[in-house]
């Protein structure tokens, strides 16, 4: 049974331009969330998807930005990169059927490692 | 807000030690507390998970008990191996927040022969 698959696995950017990076849940669940995990801290949860849409969001500018399609995979998408987007993305997958208080296991993906130069 | 504190690494130790990485937090109500560990170039795995107080998880080796008085919960292994090398976290997700994780800052355990 795949997990979470991420791609691409490694991504270098130029300042300024934007990136997609994809995400494809573990079979059987319906919800994904993605974190950014720069060198040497914790991952911060940037949103998660469910049902196609965003249904929450953390403390990231608008610059990010995402969606979920019917199949529950899921893209992040990064506009006009700064330095400081360098890091590493993590994709998360749950199955949580909606349920406001669902306590289900996350599955997490390996990540992609964005660089920004 | 809610927040997670875990002791500051590198953590060594020798092979069969015994391991204990510090983890308190800041919430309200009861949140549900975690261990993650990333070894190198990979995601995170959960290790082991406690929804409520007093509830101890455990997972290959490792235990960690959630301590409400104390807001604690801090990782022990008996005996760590040399396999047992990698980053570990320690996150919260509130009980009234269904999907954010809140991480610490990661503690990297080095275990040496």
């Known amino acids: 049974d795949a997990g979470v698959t991420q791609s691409p696995t490694h991504l270098i950017k130029t300042r300024g331009q934007q990136v997609t990076l994809r995400c494809s849940p573990k079979?059987?669940?319906?919800?994904v969330s993605w974190y950014q995990q720069a060198l040497g801290q914790g991952p911060q949860f940037i949103f998660q998807?469910?049902?196609?849409?965003?249904?929450q969001r953390g403390n990231f500018p608008d610059r990010f930005s995402g969606h979920q399609f019917p199949n529950y995979s899921s893209e992040l998408n990064v506009n006009a990169l700064l330095l400081g987007d360098s890091a590493l993305y993590l994709c998360?997958?749950?199955?949580?059927?909606?349920?406001?208080?669902?306590?289900?296991?996350?599955?997490f993906g390996s990540g992609t490692r964005l660089t920004v130069v | 807000g809610n927040s997670v504190t875990q002791m500051e690494g590198p953590v060594t130790l020798s092979e069969e030690a015994f391991l204990t990485i510090n983890c308190t937090y800041t919430?309200?109500?009861?949140?549900?507390l975690f261990w993650y560990v990333q070894y190198p170039g990979e995601g995170l795995q959960l290790l082991l998970k406690?929804?409520?107080?007093?509830d101890k998880g455990s997972n290959k080796g490792f235990e960690a008990t959630y301590r409400k008085e104390t807001t604690s919960f801090h990782l022990e292994k008996g005996s760590v191996q040399v396999s047992d090398s990698a980053v570990y976290f320690c996150?919260?997700?509130?009980?009234?927040?269904?999907?954010?994780?809140?991480f610490g800052q990661g503690t990297t355990l080095q275990v040496k022969p």
């Open positions: 406690a929804t409520k107080a007093d």
């Open positions: 079979s059987g669940h319906d919800t």
């Open positions: 919430a309200t109500g009861y949140p549900s």
């Open positions: 998807y469910y049902e196609e849409e965003e249904r």
């Open positions: 998360a997958s749950s199955l949580t059927g909606g349920a406001p208080r669902a306590n289900y296991g996350y599955t």
């Open positions: 996150a919260l997700r509130s009980s009234s927040n269904t999907g954010k994780l809140i």
